[in-house]
């Protein structure tokens, strides 16, 4: 099924509307049935509505009674209500995820700790000596990937990003990305391929992208871990 969103982009290139080289990797990945983010369709949508006036309701009602784009509604309206509450300014809109994420992995950790213990108490009873080894972290022997496709980005770029994990964990994974200030300022959650690939698009640039830095994009899919650093020029 042709996703609709690309008789918009085309619209918006044939009016000489918007960023030409956004409008086109858009409407590429949407040609090849590509995972296109709520960040990349509010964009769009957002161009459709300043200059064109609506000409197909059926379309506009389809957009409107999305999942998705209800639930980015309800939460804008979450993050303006929490900024009159004079609650610190970028707030993470995923919070919840996010400390359900946190919450699995410190579990995690403390239970690795834990094995660590009863392991070295059990040696130390059997008089076997210990030598000190070289660790290996838990993303390194866990089958979790993420990866961008280039180290650095201007802004207005295009990031593509991509990976692969195990679908038995489930088949949503949640990508984020931090700011060189620590703060969340992207998340989307996608479907995993049966063949456990996953990818997306997501735009450089918008609020929290004010500074020039290191930016860290960040991947969780059930108790795994994921994350990596790429450079960014305001």
């Known amino acids: 099924m042709t996703d609709p969103i690309i008789e918009d982009v085309k619209k918006l290139l044939d009016a000489e509307i918007g960023e030409k080289r956004i409008l086109q990797q858009i409407k590429r990945a949407a040609e090849n049935e590509e995972v296109i983010s709520n960040y990349e369709r509010n964009y769009v949508s957002q161009l459709m509505e300043a200059h064109f006036k609506p000409t197909e309701p059926e379309t506009i009602i389809e957009y409107k009674s999305e999942p998705v784009q209800q639930k980015i509604s309800e939460t804008?309206?979450?993050?303006?209500?929490?900024?009159?509450?004079?609650?610190?300014?970028?707030?993470?809109?995923?919070?919840?995820?996010?400390?359900?994420?946190?919450?699995?992995?410190?579990?995690?950790?403390?239970?690795?700790?834990?094995?660590?213990?009863?392991?070295?108490?059990?040696?130390?009873?059997?008089?076997?000596?210990?030598?000190?080894?070289?660790?290996?972290?838990s993303s390194q022997s866990s089958t979790l990937t993420i990866e961008t496709d280039q180290s650095s980005y201007s802004k207005g770029d295009i990031i593509s990003i991509s990976g692969n994990s195990k679908p038995s964990l489930g088949n949503t994974i949640i990508l984020t990305i931090e700011n060189s200030n620590g703060e969340l300022i992207w998340a989307e959650d996608i479907k995993i391929k049966q063949s456990g690939i996953y990818s997306t698009l997501a735009i450089a640039g918008g609020e929290g992208w004010e500074k020039s830095g290191t930016y860290t994009l960040k991947v969780a899919h059930g108790n795994l871990n994921e994350k990596i650093t790429f450079s960014f020029k305001n």
């Open 76 to 137: 804008k309206q979450q993050f303006v209500k929490a900024k009159e509450e004079t609650i610190p300014p970028k707030k993470p809109f995923f919070e919840s995820k996010i400390q359900s994420q946190m919450t699995n992995k410190r579990a995690f950790g403390i239970g690795v700790i834990a094995l660590a213990i009863i392991l070295i108490v059990g040696i130390s009873i059997s008089g076997i000596q210990i030598t000190p080894t070289e660790t290996t972290s």
